[in-house]
């Protein structure tokens, strides 16, 4: 079942959109969370950070796993995703790092790491809430926009348009890795509640086109119409070519 939250402001969006992620740690304290990177959850990991900080909310028993990795960088790359995460929240929440799953791009055993993060997952019964962006070619985690996708955790080529929309966060857009480990869309899918946020004009298009337009593995998001609990939240701007 889709709901969409269509809000007036970014600032609004983030809030609200913690709010899942809130009360089901609230609910149940070793709640499994599915997290993301990229420019979209950045606000919303503030959020959780200030109710954790305010004692509304605690990690010390959540457990949370990260859609994907970058292959070839470090963890302390800086522009590696576990370096995000640290940066963006774990570093400011009371989340015990042994339980924080990122996928291992650092290993030369690359079909391993895939197989033990699936195995992971399904050892915690996948996330409770999953946390995720879109980006401009639909693509949701790193699953690209292709004739066929692949159910769980695999290596992807990255696309030229998602290395020229990542380029932004690198010196020389030529240190962007070509390659990413990802959860699949099987994995994603198998989140009890998804939380897709969507901010900007950039992203009313292809917003609209996910939710909205055909069911198609060229529009990987497109699949989430079939997740039955489907929470998306958008601003203005991103919501303003939604029916
Ligand atoms: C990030 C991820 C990507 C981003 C998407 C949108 O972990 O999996 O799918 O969610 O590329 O990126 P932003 O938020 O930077 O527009």
Redo the contacts with the bound molecule.
């Keep these: 079942m889709l709901h969409i939250h269509r809000l007036t402001s970014v600032d609004e969006v983030d809030r609200q959109a913690a709010g899942p992620l809130i009360s089901a740690l609230q609910r149940r304290p070793d709640t499994v969370l599915g997290?993301?990177?990229?420019?979209?959850?950045i606000g919303l990991y503030r959020e959780l950070i200030a109710a954790y900080t305010r004692g509304e909310i605690s990690f010390a028993q959540a457990v949370t796993f990260?859609?994907?990795e970058y292959i070839g960088l470090s963890s302390e790359h800086p522009q590696s995703?576990r370096y995000y995460m640290e940066q963006n929240l774990f570093a400011h929440i009371d989340l015990p790092r042994e339980r924080a799953f990122l996928p291992n791009g650092a290993t030369s055993d690359l079909a391993l790491a895939c197989e033990r993060y699936e195995q992971q997952l399904e050892s915690y019964g996948y996330p409770d809430v999953q946390v995720?962006?879109?980006?401009?070619n639909g693509?949701?985690?790193?699953n690209e926009p292709a004739d066929e996708l692949q159910a769980d955790t695999h290596v992807v080529q990255l696309t030229d348009t998602?290395i020229a929309?990542?380029a932004r966060f690198f010196t020389n857009p030529q240190e962007v890795p070509r390659q990413a480990i990802?959860m699949g869309i099987a994995s994603i899918m198998k989140a009890k509640t998804i939380v897709l946020i969507a901010k900007g004009s950039d992203?009313a298009a292809i917003i609209r086109e996910a939710l909205f337009g055909p069911i198609r593995t060229q529009c990987p998001a497109s699949l989430l119409q079939l997740h039955p609990d489907l929470h998306v939240f958008v601003d203005s701007e991103a919501g303003s070519e939604l029916p």
């Design positions: 997290l993301a990177t990229g420019g979209t959850p990260n859609l994907d995703y995720l962006g879109i980006g401009h693509h949701i985690a790193f998602t929309a990542n990802t992203k």
